[in-house]
């Protein structure tokens, strides 16, 4: 198993701490750079090209959205993932940050085994989700943007296609999509990566607030 190496980025040196005594411990994981703000996490990320950056929202200097943002839209730093550490008095930002690029978040008082199921997730191209109370924050701040319209790149996906959309948008994973359309996982995730390659999306973080900015799901169809 390939090590999954990890910049840390909090401004506060005792939040980083509580996540290095967590991660330093496990053997596939490597905690390769710490950040006090921002712009240090982004000099981290190209300096180092870790596979994620745990990003905290609110550091001096930049921070953590458009920290975000400069990752994302950087083409030299596409195997790095971005996952945001916040906590629900910040959940304004969250869908931000998804939009930024982000490929998912965590909160700060987490379980430290959530912590480590989340770092392995996104490291293996997932997106972190998955958890209801995270697709409900989606649906919540999705529903605060102009109406959807949906955009000329949904003509180019399948009937079928769409339909994988939609259900990544609810935070299925690949086994429960395969268990649903009743297709292998091989295929179900070969959907995923086509739906992915046609609409240029970074990944299955962005493919979900495509599917909610599109229109393609309503903010209370979870109910």
Known sequence: MSTIRVVLADDQTLVRAGFRSILEDEEDIEIVGEAADGAEAVR??????????LMDIRMPDRDGL?????????????????????????????????????SGF?????EPTELLHGIRVVARGDALIAPAVTR?????????????????QLNA????????????????????IAQRLVLSPATAKTHVSRVMTKLGVRDRAQL??????????????LG
């Open 66 to 102: 458009e920290a975000t943002r400069e990752i994302a839209g950087d083409g030299r730093l596409e195997g790095v993932r971005v996952v945001i550490l916040t906590t629900f008095d910040v959940d304004d930002y969250v869908y931000g940050a998804l939009r930024a690029g982000a």
């Open 106 to 110: 965590l909160v700060k008082d987490t």
């Open 157 to 176: 996906l399948t009937e079928r296609e769409r339909e994988v959309m939609r259900l990544v948008g609810t935070g299925l994973s690949n086994d429960e």
């Open 208 to 221: 979900v607030v495509l599917a909610y900015e599109s229109g393609m799901i309503t903010p209370g169809w």
């Open 136 to 152: 409900r924050l989606i649906a919540e701040f999705a529903g605060r943007v102009r109406r959807p319209e949906p955009g000329p």
């Open 44 to 53: 981290l990320a190209r300096e180092l090209r870790p596979d994620i950056v």
